[in-house]
C-alpha cells in the first residue's frame, strides 16, 4: 500500500469511528446529508461507510426518517486508570490531534475529560508538557478552542472569550460566557451559551474565538433550557435571519426528490411522491438565507411552488449568477 494510501485508510477509520460515535451520542440527529456537510465528503462516500458500519461492523444501525441511531451497541464496561494509565492516554489523545483525518470535538471533548482526573495543581504542568506535542497548523486554533469550550461545558466552569464579530471590521470583543451546547453545523462548530455582556442565551461560531479562558466560576445550565426550543422553527442555525414561519411547497424531479424524501430536514417536513415520481415536499418554516442557499444548490430539480416571493428569490439569485458566469 503507497503512503498516500495508508493516509487515505487511516482517515477513513477514523472517520468512521468518528460517525459512530457521533451518531450514538445523538440518535436521530444526524442524515446523510449532515454528515456529508460535516465530514465535507459527497453524500457517495458517506453512505458507503454507513455501509461498512452496518455490513463490516455487522452494528445495528437504522434511520427512522428522523436520522440514524444505533438499535444496540456492544457494552463496554466502565474502567478506571492509574495515575500513570491516565497520563499515557492524554499524551496519546494530544498526539492523536497530529494525525490526518483524526480531528474531531470529541477528540477535544475527551482531552478535556481526561484533564479532569487529574488534581487541579497538575493540569498547568500537564498542559505545558502534553500541548508541545505537534499539531497540525490547519486545525490547531479551531482544535485548541472546542478543547477549552468542551472543558468549560463538562466542568460547568464560566469561560472567558475573545470573539470576533461578523461585522465587516471583525471586531473582537471580551465577553463571559457559560456555554448549554457545543454543536456541529454543516462546516462549522457553533456554541450555544449565556453571555453576560448582552444577558442573553446567544449563539457563537467557534472559528470566531480567538482566545478562551475557563475561569473557577461555576454555573448551572437551567433546567428549562431547551434546544429545540431555542433554535426555533427558523431553518438552520440562523435564528436572527428568519422570518415569521410560513408554509413553503417545494416540487423535486425525481431522482433529487428521491435524496431529499429520505432525509429529515426540518421538524415539520411532509412528503408525498407524485404519479409522474416527482417529489412534493413542504414544510412550515421561518425562511433563512441558508433555506435559499439549499435550493440553489438543486437548480432546475427544484421548484419553489409557495410562497411567491421565495421562487423569485431564487430565480433572481440564478438570474444574478448566470451574469457573473457569462462576465
Do not use: C
Not at 466502565?78 to 494525525?99: D, G, H, M, P
Not at 482544535?143 to 461585522?167: D, K, P
Amino acid at each position: 500500500m503507497t503512503e498516500g494510501g495508508r493516509d487515505d485508510q487511516i482517515r477513513r477509520t477514523a472517520r468512521v469511528l468518528d460517525i459512530i460515535q457521533q451518531i450514538a451520542i445523538r440518535p436521530r440527529y444526524w442524515t446523510r446529508k449532515k454528515l456529508a456537510e460535516h465530514y465535507e465528503l459527497g453524500e457517495r462516500m458517506i453512505q458507503k461507510d454507513l455501509g461498512l458500519i452496518r455490513v463490516r461492523l455487522g452494528l445495528s444501525l437504522l434511520n427512522d426518517g428522523d436520522g440514524y441511531y444505533f438499535e444496540r451497541l456492544p457494552h463496554l464496561p466502565t474502567t478506571t486508570y492509574s495515575f500513570f494509565e491516565a497520563l499515557a492516554l492524554l499524551t496519546a489523545a494530544r498526539a492523536a490531534q497530529a494525525i490526518p483525518g483524526v480531528n474531531s470535538a470529541e477528540l477535544a471533548a475527551a482531552i478535556a475529560r481526561l484533564e479532569t482526573l487529574f488534581p487541579d495543581t497538575f493540569r498547568p504542568m500537564l498542559r505545558e508538557a502534553t500541548e508541545r506535542l505537534p499539531t497540525r497548523a490547519t486545525s490547531s486554533q479551531r482544535q485548541t478552542m472546542l478543547t477549552i469550550l468542551h472543558r468549560a461545558w463538562i466542568e460547568r466552569r464560566q469561560v472567558r472569550i475573545s470573539y470576533a464579530t461578523g461585522s465587516r471590521d471583525g471586531e473582537i470583543g471580551q465577553r463571559v460566557v457559560e456555554p448549554y451546547q457545543i454543536l456541529p453545523y454543516g462546516r462549522s462548530w457553533h456554541m450555544i451559551a449565556f453571555d453576560h455582556k448582552r444577558s442573553n442565551v446567544l449563539q457563537f461560531k467557534v472559528d470566531r474565538v480567538r482566545a478562551a479562558v475557563l475561569l473557577d466560576t461555576p454555573y448551572t445550565v437551567p433546567a428549562s433550557f431547551d434546544l429545540e426550543a431555542y433554535l426555533g422553527n427558523a431553518w438552520g442555525m440562523m435564528r436572527g435571519a428568519a422570518g415569521e414561519p410560513e408554509p413553503v411547497e417545494l416540487l423535486f424531479e425525481p431522482e433529487a426528490g428521491r435524496w431529499v424524501a429520505e432525509e429529515q430536514w426540518h421538524p415539520t417536513q411532509q412528503s408525498e411522491t407524485l404519479s409522474d415520481g416527482r417529489v412534493r415536499v413542504m414544510f412550515h418554516v421561518g425562511i433563512t438565507p441558508e433555506m435559499v442557499n439549499w435550493l440553489l444548490y438543486y437548480g432546475s430539480r427544484v421548484r419553489v411552488v409557495e410562497p411567491g416571493w421565495l421562487g423569485e428569490r431564487v430565480r433572481e439569485e440564478h438570474r444574478l449568477a448566470a451574469l457573473r458566469t457569462e462576465n
